[in-house]
C-alpha cells in the first residue's frame, strides 16, 4: 500500500491545529502508521529542502522550519501522496481552494501549515529522513 510523508509545520503546530489535521485525514480513509512531535535540527532541515538549495528563500525555509516543535506522520492508503496534496491545496494559501488545508487555515507561501512529499520517490526519500523503520507500524483495521 501507498504511503506518504506529511508534517504539520511550526505554525499549524502553534496554532493547535494537528488534531483538525490529523481528523482530516482520519476521515478521508487514510491509516496513519507513524507520528511524532519534533524539533527539527538544521542537518535535517537542509537535507529535507535539499531540492531548495539554490532558491533564493533557501535560508527562510531552513530557518522557519527549525523555529518550532513539528508533528511529523506517515499515512498509507491507496493513492494517498496524490490525494494528501489535493487536500492540502496549492502552496501559496492564496491560490488554495476553500475546503482544503491551506486553503481554510494558510496564511502565507512561507507559512503554510503542512508539507506533503509529491511524488512517490519523495515520499520514500523523506520518510526515511524522518523515521526509522521500527517506529513505522503495520496494523489492520478491526472489522
Ligand atoms: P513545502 O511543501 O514545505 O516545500 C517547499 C516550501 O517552500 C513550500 O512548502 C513553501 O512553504 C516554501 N516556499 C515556496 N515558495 C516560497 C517563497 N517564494 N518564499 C518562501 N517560501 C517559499
Same mark, same amino acid.
Given at each position: 500500500?501507498?504511503?506518504?510523508?506529511?508534517?504539520?509545520?511550526?505554525?499549524?503546530?502553534?496554532?493547535?491545529?494537528?488534531?483538525?489535521?490529523?481528523? $482530516?485525514?482520519?476521515?478521508?480513509?487514510?491509516? @496513519?502508521?507513524?507520528? =511524532?512531535?519534533?524539533?527539527?535540527?538544521?542537518? @535535517?532541515?537542509?537535507?529535507?529542502?535539499?531540492?531548495?538549495?539554490?532558491?533564493?528563500?533557501?535560508?527562510? @525555509?531552513?530557518?522557519?522550519?527549525?523555529?518550532?516543535?513539528?508533528?511529523?506522520?506517515?499515512?498509507?492508503?491507496?493513492?494517498?501522496?496524490?490525494?494528501? $496534496?489535493?487536500?492540502?491545496?496549492?502552496?501559496?494559501?492564496?491560490?488554495?481552494?476553500?475546503?482544503?488545508?491551506?486553503?481554510?487555515?494558510?496564511?502565507?507561501?512561507? =507559512?503554510?501549515?503542512?508539507?506533503?512529499?509529491?511524488?512517490?520517490?519523495?515520499?520514500? $526519500?523523506?520518510?526515511?529522513?524522518?523515521?526509522?523503520?521500527?517506529?513505522?507500524?503495520?496494523?489492520?483495521?478491526?472489522?
Amino acid at each position: 500500500m501507498e504511503k506518504t510523508f506529511l508534517m504539520v509545520k511550526p505554525d499549524g503546530v502553534q496554532r493547535n491545529l494537528i488534531g483538525e489535521i490529523v481528523a $482530516r485525514f482520519e476521515q478521508k480513509g487514510f491509516q @496513519l502508521v507513524g507520528a =511524532k512531535l519534533m524539533q527539527v535540527s538544521d542537518e @535535517l532541515a537542509e537535507n529535507h529542502y535539499g531540492e531548495h538549495k539554490e532558491r533564493p528563500f533557501f535560508g527562510e @525555509l531552513v530557518d522557519f522550519i527549525t523555529s518550532g516543535p513539528v508533528f511529523a506522520m506517515v499515512w498509507e492508503g491507496e493513492d494517498v501522496i496524490k490525494t494528501a $496534496r489535493t487536500m492540502m491545496g496549492a502552496t501559496n494559501p492564496a491560490e488554495a481552494q476553500p475546503g482544503t488545508i491551506r486553503g481554510d487555515f494558510g496564511v502565507t507561501i512561507g =507559512k503554510n501549515v503542512i508539507h506533503g512529499s509529491d511524488s512517490p520517490e519523495s515520499a520514500e $526519500r523523506e520518510i526515511n529522513l524522518f523515521f526509522k523503520e521500527e517506529e513505522l507500524v503495520s496494523y489492520k483495521k478491526q472489522d
